[in-house]
């Protein structure tokens, strides 16, 4: 079994910063490339960032130069620091992570539940 777990969302105003932590846990062999997706009401899923298992990270254009991207392997942690933050930021954000249990299991993505961010004055 493998949980990912969210956590750091809440109400900021515009401009602010906001931290995102996903822990994963359960029995977990190697974690590939990490992600942070988001969806706004109404609107399709979205990548935000991704950073694979060597540290290299991609960024979607709507928050590059804002947002950052980081994993600690050690802890089994996904990072995301969102600074200026924007109305238009506001959307539940969720984890992905592609992990490979054992060592006879194929690489497989899993999602966390999600936490809100909301930006508003």
């Known amino acids: 079994q493998v949980q990912l777990v969210e956590s750091g969302g809440g109400l900021v105003q515009p401009g602010g910063s906001l931290s995102l932590t996903c822990a994963a846990s359960g029995s977990i062999g190697t974690i590939n490339t990490m992600a942070w997706y988001r969806q706004a009401p109404g609107k399709q899923r979205d990548v935000v960032a991704t950073i694979t298992r060597g540290g290299t990270t991609n960024y979607a254009d709507f928050v590059k130069g804002r947002f950052t991207i980081s994993r600690d392997d050690a802890k089994k942690t996904l990072y995301l620091q969102m600074n200026s933050l924007k109305p238009e930021d506001t959307a539940v954000y969720y984890c992905?992570?592609?992990?490979?249990?054992?060592?006879?299991?194929?690489?497989?993505?899993?999602w966390g539940q999600g936490t809100q961010v909301t930006v508003s004055s």
């Open positions: 992905n992570a592609n992990i490979r249990r054992s060592a006879y299991d194929d690489s497989r993505p899993y």
